[in-house]
């Protein structure tokens, strides 16, 4: 897919699945700009583009203000936006760990707030056929213990998704990704990630855990003309396991709640 003269701007894109984003969308010949807290990984990624195609702000986009004087920079840069990907967020735990109030609103402020206001300084800027998409998670759906914080989330920016989606009617289109069980770690230390064992690869209906191209994948075609007919949606990336139920016993699997800590 080509992007060539585009503008897309990727919260969290310096680590992770949002570097993946962020490299795609720089390959495909968008100009990319990027607002991260991690400011060595961002000044990494800086290094290596043109600053004609790259631009990196570093921030917390917690803050209000990080996010109102990011938006600016980017406006008085590139102009306008055409592809808005809404991917930082993080986990502070849950009710097990003692996840404090200012904690969990801490999340929620990084996971929903923050792509709530930015679509909204963004608004009267999006180009035609621009596009939002938001990165949520399977574990909007399904939990495990002492999540609490991240699921809300991503829970919350799943159903932001559709919401955005009405308002933003004949503005932008605005989808989500929901990644499963991705394996960020060369976007993270650069290193290839270890093999995964069997059970872990089948756990998965197609055989294998999931990568960040992946999730890349699917971000840039709902950002392209050939998801012009799609919005509100939300696409769930995670190779079938979150369709495959498995009971006690089954596929060689059991549970042994007098083991579980």
Known sequence: MNFS???CVITGGA???????????????AHVAVVDLDASA??????????????YFPG?????????????????????????IHNACLSRRGL?????YADFAYVQRVGVLAPYYLTSLFR??????????????????????????YTAAKGGIRALTHALSASLSGTARV??????????????????????????????????????DDIADAVLFLCSDR?????????????GMTTQMIYHADCGWTYDPEERT
């Open 5 to 7: 003269n585009k503008t």
């Open 15 to 29: 680590n992770g699945i949002g570097r993946c984003i962020t490299e795609r969308f720089l390959e495909a010949g």
């Open 42 to 55: 961002g000044n990494r990624l800086a290094a290596r583009f043109s600053p004609d195609q790259f631009f």
């Open 60 to 84: 917390d986009i917690a803050e209000q203000a990080v996010l109102e004087r990011f938006s600016a920079a980017v406006l008085e840069r590139f102009r306008r936006v055409d592809c808005l």
């Open 96 to 100: 097990l760990s003692g996840c404090s």
């Open 124 to 149: 009267e800027h999006f180009a035609p056929g621009a596009s939002v998409v938001n990165i949520a998670s399977t574990r909007a759906v399904m939990s495990q213990a002492d999540t609490e914080s």
């Open 175 to 212: 989808n989500s990704v929901s990644p499963g069980w991705i394996e960020t770690a060369a976007y993270h230390t650069g290193e290839p990630a270890a093999d995964h064992s069997r059970a872990d690869r089948l756990q998965h209906p197609v055989g294998r855990v999931g990568s960040p």
């Open 227 to 239: 998801a012009s007919f799609i919005t509100g949606q939300d696409l769930t990336v995670d190779g």
